[in-house]
């Protein structure tokens, strides 16, 4: 029995390394031409068709979407200010900005909190995940969330892409930012993993009950591979979106490693829901600003 046990972990694994080079290998020889297609004029040499005189003479000038970019040189620069609209957040909601997505995730966030002691003790007791849980184990995703953005520098750098350089540094500085926010909710929350529960034990009380370490980085809300992944999975998706499969295997890719933080008892489901929206809102609006 611990024989098959092992060779079914082992198997996983190996299933779980090919799936990821697989995704790398198609996305390197894919994204080769994107940056060609970029800055790629229309069929035709075409370009945006031009106002007549006295047309539209009163409208201003649209301003062209801009994409922000990122090298080693701007990096620690772009960081900073990531930080500073990241905490200055609450000041827009104060002059009346983004009260919808704001309500909408907190709204969310806290029904499935007040869900978790019903939802959670399913995952707890259940064996239908086991063999799930052995290929996509939490150093598993973060062996993909770290190996992606790794393994585009490497590869631009050979192939000298400066497009691709840059995807991968901004997919580098989301993680960064999702470090210290990370770090500080935890540590404010404490809140107990599921793992730390008996199984049929009481899932209600956990928020500021976990001392694990000085920090809280061993604490569950939110979880750090749910904000991670999305936001990994954001850059790629905003910044090779001319692709429509690069979107679909991004998420789906951060969806799974996120799931298994609730199906190996490491997280509540509001604990990877809510870490993957501020994932998902730090990557979009504060580092790729298209």
Do not use: C
């Given at each position: 029995?611990?024989?098959?046990?092992?060779?079914?972990?082992?198997?996983?694994?190996?299933?779980?390394?090919?799936?990821?080079?697989?995704?790398?290998?198609?996305?390197?020889?894919?994204?080769?031409?994107?940056?060609?297609?970029?800055?790629?004029?229309?069929?035709?040499?075409?370009?945006?068709?031009?106002?007549?005189?006295?047309?539209?003479?009163?409208?201003?000038?649209?301003?062209?979407?801009?994409?922000?970019?990122?090298?080693?040189?701007?990096?620690?620069?772009?960081?900073?200010?990531?930080?500073?609209?990241?905490?200055?957040?609450?000041?827009?909601?104060?002059?009346?900005?983004?009260?919808?997505?704001?309500?909408?995730?907190?709204?969310?966030?806290?029904?499935?909190?007040?869900?978790?002691?019903?939802?959670?003790?399913?995952?707890?007791?259940?064996?239908?995940?086991?063999?799930?849980n052995s290929v996509f184990g939490g150093t598993t995703?973060?062996?993909?969330?770290a190996a992606v953005p790794a393994t585009f520098y490497?590869?631009?750098?050979?192939?000298?892409?400066?497009?691709?350089?840059?995807?991968?540094?901004?997919?580098?500085?989301?993680?960064?930012?999702?470090?210290?926010?990370?770090?500080?909710?935890?540590?404010?929350?404490?809140?107990?993993?599921?793992?730390?529960?008996?199984?049929?034990?009481?899932?209600?009380?956990?928020?500021?009950?976990?001392?694990?370490?000085?920090?809280?980085?061993?604490?569950?809300?939110?979880?750090?591979?749910?904000?991670?992944?999305?936001?990994?999975?954001?850059?790629?998706?905003?910044?090779?979106?001319?692709?429509?499969?690069?979107?679909?295997?991004?998420?789906?890719?951060?969806?799974?490693?996120?799931?298994?933080?609730?199906?190996?008892?490491?997280?509540?489901?509001?604990?990877?829901?809510?870490?993957?929206?501020?994932?998902?809102?730090?990557?979009?609006?504060?580092?790729?600003?298209?």
């Amino acid at each position: 029995m611990q024989s098959d046990s092992r060779k079914a972990v082992s198997t996983g694994r190996r299933f779980a390394a090919s799936l990821l080079f697989a995704v790398l290998y198609l996305s390197q020889a894919v994204l080769a031409r994107a940056q060609d297609r970029i800055d790629r004029p229309p069929l035709g040499g075409v370009s945006e068709p031009v106002a007549q005189p006295g047309e539209n003479a009163s409208a201003p000038p649209v301003p062209a979407p801009t994409v922000r970019e990122a090298t080693l040189r701007t990096l620690p620069k772009n960081f900073l200010q990531d930080q500073k609209d990241l905490w200055l957040f609450p000041v827009k909601l104060a002059h009346g900005h983004h009260w919808l997505p704001t309500t909408l995730i907190v709204g969310a966030t806290a029904g499935l909190i007040a869900t978790d002691p019903k939802s959670m003790p399913h995952f707890r007791q259940t064996n239908a995940f086991s063999g799930f849980n052995s290929v996509f184990g939490g150093t598993t995703g973060a062996g993909i969330i770290a190996a992606v953005p790794a393994t585009f520098y490497v590869a631009s750098l050979i192939r000298k892409n400066s497009y691709d350089q840059s995807s991968a540094l901004l997919a580098g500085e989301a993680v960064a930012d999702d470090a210290v926010l990370m770090v500080i909710m935890k540590s404010i929350t404490r809140r107990q993993r599921p793992d730390e529960i008996a199984v049929n034990g009481n899932y209600s009380d956990t928020f500021f009950q976990s001392h694990k370490s000085f920090l809280g980085t061993g604490s569950s809300f939110p979880s750090g591979h749910a904000l991670m992944s999305f936001s990994v999975a954001t850059v790629f998706a905003r910044r090779y979106r001319q692709h429509r499969w690069i979107p679909y295997v991004a998420y789906g890719l951060a969806s799974v490693i996120s799931f298994s933080r609730v199906t190996t008892g490491a997280h509540f489901p509001s604990d990877v829901f809510l870490g993957a929206a501020l994932g998902y809102a730090i990557a979009r609006f504060d580092v790729v600003r298209q």
